[in-house]
Nanobody, 124 residues
């Protein structure tokens, strides 16, 4: 079992930055791949970024590539999403997710564990 708690969301102006944090608990956290997803009102949950279990491979959606960076800190059991150059279309609830059985980390149904989400609001 892995428990996930996101933090770091908030209100930011367009062009600004935020860093989301996901605190993971559970003995086998280090063996899980981690992902960030987001869901805007009236839209489906979509992939944002993912990092493999060892932390040496990362994946990004085209919409955030070059602006967002995912990283993980094994000592602190945390995964981060650094978001720069934020746009109004980035506004959504952001979710952290974990999986230890996967073939395609961009797919929502690959992930067994989810956090409760944190709201990101971007003002234009």
């Amino acid at each position: 079992q892995v428990q996930l708690v996101e933090s770091g969301g908030g209100l930011v102006q367009a062009g600004g930055s935020l860093r989301l944090s996901c605190a993971a608990s559970g003995r086998t956290y280090s063996s899980y791949a981690m992902g960030w997803f987001r869901q805007a009102p009236g839209k489906e949950r979509e992939f944002v970024a993912a990092i493999n279990w060892s932390g040496d491979r990362t994946y990004y959606s085209d919409s955030v590539k070059g602006r967002f960076t995912i990283s993980r800190d094994f000592a602190k059991n945390r995964v981060y999403l650094q978001m720069n150059s934020l746009k109004p279309e980035d506004m959504a609830v952001y979710y952290c997710a974990a999986t230890n059985h996967y073939s395609d980390l961009i797919r929502t149904n690959e992930y067994a564990y989810w956090g409760q989400g944190t709201q990101v609001t971007v003002s234009s």
